[in-house]
């Protein structure tokens, strides 16, 4: 049971360069959530899904847009990269009454 | 909008001290909250949740916190601590707008020397 993986967990970008990263899940969630960790800041919340087709921002979205096709799979993109977006991010999903999952984390540099 | 306040960024301990970590929230409903623990290089992992019921709560490795609610604090405590416990930790509320969207405090980093 792989829980939430999250692929790839590093990339390096230039400024304005596009980029894609995958969360998925095995535990039949019905919620996902892509997260962004700064030093000093905690996580602070980028868009979340309530459900297959569904998506919604949360505190940062601005610069990201999320994408969930499947269920089990939940895409966070990077248009227009800007340095501002270095960051380790992180997925997690959630059935309706328990606690969040997380991913092991993507560090992205952004150059 | 709900907030979620770590008093201390830094904390270092030897091996055997008690660690006490403050949580305050600024929500006054019904709060569902947690304690997560980040190792060195790993991802989050749950410590501990308050969801009702006894204030008093248990969790993993030794850990435990209480809820008051009259202070708007879940302060996380362990008599104890072991260089494996060398990690960052972060404290949680469920956002008021549902969906078990976390709202996270900005964390503590806790230094265990043997």
């Known amino acids: 049971n792989a829980g939430v993986t999250q692929t790839p967990k590093f990339r390096v970008l230039k400024t304005g360069q596009s980029m894609t990263l995958l969360c998925a899940q095995d535990?039949?969630?019905?919620?996902m959530y892509w997260y962004r960790q700064d030093p000093g800041m905690g996580l602070r919340l980028i868009h979340y899904s309530v459900g297959e087709g569904t998506t919604a921002k949360g505190e940062v979205p601005d610069g990201y847009n999320v994408s969930r096709l499947k269920k089990q799979n939940f895409l966070l993109g990077l248009e227009s990269a800007a340095p501002s977006q270095t960051s380790v991010y992180f997925c997690a999903s959630s059935s309706r009454v328990e606690e969040l999952f997380f991913g092991e984390g993507s560090r992205l540099t952004v150059l | 909008a709900q907030s979620v306040s770590q008093h201390n960024h830094h904390v270092i301990l030897s091996e055997a001290a008690s660690l006490e970590l403050g949580c305050n929230y600024s929500y006054g409903g019904t709060v569902n909250l947690f304690w997560y623990v980040q190792y060195p290089g790993q991802h989050l992992q749950l410590l501990l949740k308050?969801?009702?019921?006894?204030?008093l709560v248990k969790g993993i490795k030794g850990f435990e916190a209480e809820f008051i609610k009259s202070k708007f604090s879940f302060n996380l405590r362990k008599p104890s601590v072991q260089w494996s416990d060398t990690a960052e930790y972060f404290c949680?509320?469920?956002?008021?707008?549902?969906?078990?969207?976390?709202?996270f405090g900005a964390g503590t980093r806790l230094a265990v020397h043997p």
């Open positions: 535990m039949n969630h019905e919620y």
């Open positions: 949680a509320v469920i956002s008021s707008g549902g969906y078990n969207k976390l709202i």
């Open positions: 308050y969801f009702s019921g006894d204030p």
